[in-house]
């Protein structure tokens, strides 16, 4: 029976070898997208920043739309590194 032992644990580990490699993927793309919100949001930062010069009574609607592009980020970045 123990000559059976190396046989099953090399086919778990065969087993397991696939799903490592896509958690592997995963977590590469959750990097990029993470690091994409982040840019995203300075983005929106210094459009903020612009329209308080600009248009500091907010005539153009764009304050408003991107304070919510920021804080909808803002809540995604959360949630991403609370998984961390």
């Known amino acids: 029976m123990q000559k059976n032992q190396p046989t099953q644990l090399q086919s778990v ?3 397991i ?3 490592t490699n ?6 590469v ?3 990029e997208r993470q690091q ?5 949001l300075a983005y929106f930062d210094s459009k903020l920043k612009d ?6 009574h907010d005539f153009s609607g764009l304050t408003e739309i991107y304070r919510k592009h ?3 980020i803002r809540g995604l970045l959360v949630k ?3 998984n961390d």
């Open 36 to 40: 994409q919100l982040r840019d995203d």
């Open 22 to 27: 896509i958690v592997a993927q995963y977590t």
């Open 51 to 56: 329209l308080e010069q600009l248009d500091p």
């Open 13 to 15: 580990a065969e087993g």
């Open 29 to 31: 793309e959750l990097d």
């Open 70 to 72: 920021a804080s909808h």
């Open 17 to 19: 070898e696939p799903l």
């Open 80 to 82: 991403l590194e609370s």
